[in-house]
């Protein structure tokens, strides 16, 4: 599968932005699909993850009650709603698909995208 990020951007602390990531191919629907991130200096962490029937979410603490994550079947495309967004929030975030028996704890399992920077000022 082939996965294409867009939505990063420059946004000042407390803005709000939304990720997508279009998947190509048949398996999106099969496929847990989830939303990366990593800062320069640092190791890539999870941020969310929807199952593969949508029915399941998981958050990384630090984007509970900020970020919502979503999918389009018909569009084949993942979404990540990002409010009050915070400077630590600067990162590249990648979309991810892997397996539904995965897990989110592999940081690097499945496909990923390329990326896409967010900025958030202070």
């Known amino acids: 599968v082939q996965l294409v990020e867009s939505g990063g951007g420059l946004v000042q602390a407390g803005g709000s932005l939304r990720l997508s990531c279009t998947a190509s191919?048949?398996?999106?629907?099969?496929?847990?699909m989830g939303w990366y991130r990593q800062a320069p200096g640092k190791q890539r962490e999870f941020v969310a993850g929807?199952?593969?029937?949508?029915?399941?979410?998981n958050y990384a603490d630090s984007a509970k009650g900020r970020f919502t994550i979503s999918r389009d079947y018909a569009a084949n495309t993942m979404y990540l709603q990002m409010n009050s967004l915070k400077p630590d929030d600067t990162a590249v975030y990648y979309c991810?698909?892997?397996?539904?028996?995965?897990?989110?704890?592999?940081?690097?399992?499945?496909?990923w995208g390329q990326g896409t920077q967010v900025t958030v000022s202070s």
């Open positions: 929807i199952s593969s029937g949508g029915g399941s979410t």
């Open positions: 991810n698909a892997r397996l539904p028996s995965t897990g989110w704890g592999p940081a690097d399992a499945g496909s």
């Open positions: 191919g048949s398996t999106f629907s099969i496929a847990d």
